[in-house]
């Protein structure tokens, strides 16, 4: 069942991948993307033929780290009871494979390549796996047709199909049918997308199981070694942490921040941490008068009633949610606020810009009472008072937060049994 679109598809992709090399000198993401594929094949060759033989190989395919992120529960979940398991990942995206390129339990980290027949062919033949799962989107017809002939397992995880997205298109409907029906299984993210692809799309393997990133969210949520030094200095305190932040948060932030008359220690963790973007952030600090202290150079003498503590280095974010009492996360005064469930998973409120609902999580966390959407500088400054002041306030929402999380949880295990179902099957258990 590929039909009439997959066959145009895999005519015309070359040409446009040809198109888009000669222009490639035009634009930077662009130059990127074909430089870093350039000994791809070689660089795989040399890892493979150091790999030990093994049982089961599983392929691991994301778009970027937030896709990744869905498939770190499920793989130390898998390695946990097979830690024989040979896995490779690979990634679309530079951002994501420059994230995770040195991930523990991979075997090797990868780019993608090109879809081609051809690259689809050489990559197959290469890494040999007995099952790909593809988590959430990011469908590449010519390895996944390939990958269909090769015998091996396709699963996708995390599927979601949210109402105006192209794949209900008319246009481009059937191409999606076809795309789908190439896969063994799909685990969605809920019920309605699982009517979605029974009725709309005629797939009969459909099964719900949740999001795995909340799994991720809620093992991550176990781990403060990296923050251990800091909760003496925050014990006791209101803490309100801004995760994500851009330039248009930092504004309304400092400014609301500023407002209130009990004001709560304030962690600020901008979304970059280049030297340009950090100095624009300590230059309007300054500007407000506002004393600060970067965590890079953080001693003894720092006091968290009167210091703004500025957190000039990755890695930190999700483990330091657990010193809050209210987060606010960026992003949602831009294209789209970023994650909500690390700040969730602590039971505390949770507020956000207007720019959301292409996070089914963040919308759900709004309607389950756990989220504030804001829109301006007075209604987070009327948000932060009434959460700062009133305590019953704060815990109530914090508690809806948690809650929704709890309620979401499980998704590894029932995306597991499926891929250890596979698993057996092939070692002829």
Not at 50 to 70: C, D, I, N, T, Y
Not at 124 to 135: A, F, H, N, R
Request: with cysteine.
């Amino acid at each position: 069942m590929n039909g009439f679109a997959l066959s145009c598809y895999t005519r015309l992709f070359p040409v446009l991948l040809s198109t888009a090399k000669l222009f490639r000198g035009l634009h930077p993401k662009l130059e990127t993307f074909f430089a870093v594929r350039k000994n791809l094949f070689k660089e795989l060759e040399q890892q493979i033929h150091k790999l030990p033989r093994s049982s089961f190989r599983l392929w691991v395919h994301a778009a970027s780290v937030g896709e990744f992120e869905q498939a770190r529960p499920l793989i130390a979940a898998l390695k946990e009871k097979h830690p024989e398991i040979t896995l490779f990942v690979s990634f679309l995206s530079d951002s994501g494979y420059n994230a995770r390129k040195n991930f523990p339990d991979a075997s090797i980290v990868f780019y993608l390549p090109t879809d081609t027949r051809e690259n689809a062919k050489r990559l197959l033949s290469l890494i040999k796996p007995d099952l790909l799962l593809l988590m959430r989107y990011d469908f590449w017809p010519n390895h996944l047709l390939e990958a269909k002939r090769y015998g091996i397992t396709l699963i996708l995880a995390a599927a979601v199909l949210r109402q105006g997205s192209t794949y209900f298109n008319p246009v481009l409907r059937g191409f999606y049918k076809s795309i789908f029906h190439l896969f063994d299984h799909i685990y969605t993210v809920s019920e309605q997308d699982t009517l979605a692809f029974r009725q709309i799309f005629n797939y009969p393997h459909a099964e719900t199981a949740g999001d795995p990133r909340f799994d991720q969210v809620f093992l991550r949520s176990r781990n403060g070694e990296k923050i251990e030094h800091l909760k003496p200095l925050f014990e006791n305190r209101i803490v309100l942490i801004a995760g994500s932040v851009w330039e248009h948060d930092e504004l309304l932030l400092l400014a609301a921040w500023q407002e209130l008359e009990a004001r709560p220690s304030l962690l600020l963790v901008p979304h970059e941490v280049n030297p340009e973007k950090m100095a624009q952030l300590y230059h309007q600090l300054q500007n407000r008068s506002l004393d600060f202290v970067p965590i890079s150079t953080l001693n003894k003498t720092f006091d968290p009633e009167r210091q703004i503590l500025v957190i000039d280095q990755t890695g930190y974010l999700a483990e330091l949610y657990a010193l809050a009492s209210i987060a606010y996360v960026g992003g949602g005064f831009g294209v789209n606020v970023h994650n909500t469930l690390e700040p969730a998973v602590h039971g505390i409120p949770v507020l956000f810009g207007p720019r959301y609902h292409n996070s089914p999580e963040a919308e759900d966390l709004v309607a389950a009472g756990g989220a504030t959407v804001i829109n301006d500088q007075k209604e987070l400054a009327a948000a932060l008072k009434t959460l700062t002041t009133d305590t019953l306030e704060r815990n109530k929402t914090g508690m809806n937060a948690a809650a929704f999380v709890q309620r979401n949880l499980g998704a590894t295990t029932t995306i597991t049994a499926g891929i250890e179902h596979d698993y057996d099957k092939r070692a002829g258990c």
